[in-house]
């Protein structure tokens, strides 16, 4: 948990070295912090001593090229369905959203597990600030 604290910061770095716009900070920032939060809360046994979790961020053209790692139990977040939305506010529930709100944000999301590593890969689309803004297109995995 002490390596979310410093996650924040982390992208903060990023952030500013590659001069995002605010939508694509705000899809780079939740994307992220949700598949590490995952892992931590979900991936980690109570028993164990430490987990990991490596983040690798990098550029392609105009997309965002994100690689999150852990060596967790195997957990393919390509197989969870949609959550049915609530259609009240009285009936929302604080979790289970997060992997729903990567494929809004994300172009593409996939996954592998190998040499029992779980690795999840996300592409954003990438715009830097004053450049001009295309319009949010449908994550991966998602009707439309």
């Known amino acids: 948990m002490a390596g979310l604290a410093r996650l924040g910061g982390w992208m903060d770095k990023i952030v500013a070295a590659l001069r995002l716009d605010s939508r694509t900070e705000y899809a780079l920032r939740l994307c992220v912090e949700e598949a590490a939060a995952n892992v931590v ?10 987990g990991f979790v490596v983040l690798r961020v990098a550029t392609e053209m105009e997309v965002l090229r994100v690689v999150v790692e852990d060596r967790c139990g195997a957990f393919d977040p390509l197989t969870v369905p ?3 939305l609530p259609r009240r506010l009285e009936d929302a529930r604080v979790g289970g959203l997060g992997i729903h709100l ?10 592998e597990r190998r040499d029992g590593t779980n690795r999840l890969m996300l592409s954003i689309p990438l715009v830097r600030s004053g450049a001009a803004v295309p319009p949010l297109s449908r994550g991966a995995g998602e009707d439309g």
Request: aromatic share 8%.
């Open 102 to 111: 990567m494929r809004q944000y994300a172009r593409a999301i996939d996954y």
């Open 82 to 84: 949609t959550p049915e």
């Open 41 to 50: 809360m979900h991936g980690v046994p109570d028993d164990a001593d430490a």
